[in-house]
Nanobody, 115 residues
Framework: QVQLVEAGGGLVQPGGSLRLSCVAS????????MGWYRQGPGKQRELVAT???????NYADSVKGRFTISRDNAEKTVFLQMNSLKPEDTAVYYC?????????WGQGTQVTVSS
């Protein structure tokens, strides 16, 4: 069992930056594929970025070059650095831990990009 707690959301102006963090409890954090997903108003949840145990990363086209996912296995934490934020990035951001057939989700953190 894995529990995930996100932090770092908030209100930011277009062009600004935020750094999200997700702290995991439980064992074997290092072997999980960790990811960030988001759900905007009236939209389905979508993939933002993932990072494997070997730190291979994958990004949605909409965030490539602006967002960076990273992980600290010793601290059981995954980060999402978000730069050059746009209003369309407004969403609830969810942390995900995936291993085999198991998926675990955090409670989400709100990111609002508005002037």
């Amino acid at each position: 069992q894995v529990q995930l707690v996100e932090a770092g959301g908030g209100l930011v102006q277009p062009g600004g930056s935020l750094r999200l963090s997700c702290v995991a409890s439980g064992r074997f954090f290092g072997i999980y594929v960790m990811g960030w997903y988001r759900q905007g108003p009236g939209k389905q949840r979508e993939l933002v970025a993932t990072i494997t145990s070997g730190s291979f990363t994958n990004y949605a086209d909409s965030v490539k070059g602006r967002f960076t996912i990273s992980r600290d296995n010793a601290e059981k934490t995954v980060f999402l650095q978000m730069n050059s934020l746009k209003p369309e990035d407004t969403a609830v951001y969810y942390c995900n831990a995936h291993l085999s057939k198991n998926d675990y989700w955090g409670q989400g953190t709100q990111v609002t990009v508005s002037s």
